[in-house]
């Protein structure tokens, strides 16, 4: 079983930048992708961005391509989102979860394939 808590929400202006942190602890030796995940109030749980466990292939949602990173740090127990220039759009509560299906080249993974997820921290535009 994988534990995951997430970190590093707030309410920023547009325009602005956020870094998320999600902790990871438990067994993981079967996790073979990372995500970040995003759910509105009234919307459908949407996919952001995912790694996979070595890090080697990453792939993004349109609409944050290019202003989102996914990483991890090097002891492998810390995923992060960092964010630039977001958007009222973006105002979201952010999900980590891990899956112990491969990523498939830079397709997006079907969110049904992610069985840990942690609490969510919520990203707010202040503008």
């Known amino acids: 079983q994988v534990q995951l808590a997430e970190s590093g929400g707030g309410s920023v202006q547009a325009g602005g930048s956020l870094r998320l942190a999600c902790k990871l602890s438990?067994?993981?030796?079967?996790?073979?992708?990372l995500g970040w995940f995003r759910q509105s109030p009234g919307k459908e749980r949407e996919f952001v961005a995912a790694?996979?466990?070595?890090?080697?292939?990453?792939t993004y949602a349109e609409s944050v391509q290019g202003r989102f990173k996914i990483s991890r740090d090097s002891t492998k127990t810390t995923l992060y989102l960092q964010m630039n220039d977001l958007k009222p759009k973006d105002t979201a509560l952010y999900y980590c979860?891990?899956?112990?299906?491969?990523?498939?080249?830079?397709?997006?993974?079907?969110?049904?394939?992610?069985?840990?997820w942690g609490q969510g921290t919520q990203v707010t535009d202040s503008s």
């Open positions: 790694m996979n466990w070595r890090g080697a292939i990453t």
């Open positions: 438990g067994d993981t030796r079967y996790v073979y992708t």
């Open positions: 979860a891990t899956s112990t299906v491969g990523l498939q080249g830079r397709q997006t993974p079907d969110v049904r394939c992610f069985a840990s």
